[in-house]
């Protein structure tokens, strides 16, 4: 697993928060699930130095994640085709 550092929205707050994840994608599925995580503004692979800025509100994906089964195996890419 490689260890991820989110900067986050939270509480109000804008913070760093540490997730492990076999790939960029379940570390923001981790984020989604944090009833108290709002937006999401980057994504530090603490490993390969990769780094991915944005600033998104993440409600809708979690609203969408909220439909599915909690044991659901989720596996989806970000990036070029």
Do not use: C, H
């Not at 800025?53 to 409600?59: A, G």
């Amino acid at each position: 697993m490689d260890e991820y550092l989110m900067d986050v929205q939270s509480d109000n707050e804008r913070t760093t928060i540490k997730t492990f994840a076999r790939t960029v994608e379940q570390a923001i599925d981790n984020m989604v699930k944090l009833p108290s995580v709002k937006k999401l503004f980057s994504i530090g692979n603490v490993d390969t130095q990769e780094l991915w800025e944005f600033e998104e509100d993440i409600t809708e994906l979690r609203n969408l994640r909220n439909k599915l089964p909690e044991n659901i195996e989720m596996f989806f890419k970000v990036g070029e085709n």
